[in-house]
């Protein structure tokens, strides 16, 4: 059974920082192309950053220079690095594992940037 668990979310004023994870079980993690999304109330769905098998990485315009996507292969877990938050990044933050034929997604973790 595939899972993917996030954490990390929580509530921080504007400037702060969070760091998100997210835990993969039942895939063979170092082949899938790992990805954070969100999407904010009324909003869709939007891809903020992810990481390809080989490390390459792509970021959204809004999150370049403040939000980093890395991940540990030997602990089958991508974090999502944010600093300088702004009240504009409040949303549910979802993880995605991608490889050709499957697709797989967390529950996601709200993300409150609010004084």
């Known amino acids: 059974q595939v899972q993917l668990v996030e954490s990390g979310g929580g509530l921080v004023q504007p400037g702060g920082s969070l760091r998100l994870s997210c835990a993969a079980s039942?895939?063979?993690?170092?082949?899938?192309?790992m990805g954070w999304y969100r999407q904010a109330p009324g909003k869709q769905r939007e891809l903020v950053a992810l990481i390809t098998r080989g490390g390459t990485t792509n970021y959204a315009d809004s999150v370049k220079g403040r939000f980093t996507i890395s991940r540990d292969n030997a602990k089958n877990t991508v974090y999502l690095q944010m600093n300088s938050l702004k009240p504009e990044d409040t949303a549910v933050y979802f993880c995605?594992?991608?490889?050709?034929?499957?697709?797989?997604w967390g529950q996601g973790t709200q993300v409150t940037v609010s004084s």
């Open positions: 995605n594992a991608k490889k050709p034929g499957n697709d797989y």
């Open positions: 039942g895939i063979f993690f170092s082949i899938y192309t």
